[in-house]
């Protein structure tokens, strides 16, 4: 089964020193395309979560055909991140196997600190507003 195969790859991970998370994308035919664990510590880089690997992999080797028909299988409920690297490289589905909500009852004190953040207002107000909106207006169709 993926999903057993997923938290096999977080075991790996976590013995390996790493944060415990692994993900595989499975192809339209079910067959496995690619693994990946996390190597956040190993690698000293904070953005090596399996999930995001798998997306930025799957942008760069996959025909947005083959994407939309692939599934992920990961051992967490991918984060912020990685669930729009996700979304912008076009995979087909997610299935995972611990959600964000039970990752974080595991997790004493919760999790990482909230950052605060503010628009505008205080900062330019419209006149920034009406930059930013034409610095991107027309970029999407």
Known sequence: MSLRRAVELAREARESGNPPFGSLLVGPDGRVLAEERNTSVV???????????????AARELSPEVAAGTTMFTSCQPCGMCAGAIERSGLGRVVFALSGAQ??????????PAVPTEG??????????????????????
């Open 120 to 141: 505008p207002d205080g900062h330019g107000g419209a006149d920034v507003l009406a930059e930013a909106r034409a610095a991107v207006e027309g970029y999407y169709r």
């Open 43 to 57: 690698d000293d880089d904070i953005t090596a979560h399996p999930e995001l690997k798998l997306a930025r992999w």
């Open 103 to 112: 990752l974080g009852a595991l997790k004493p004190g919760g999790g990482f």
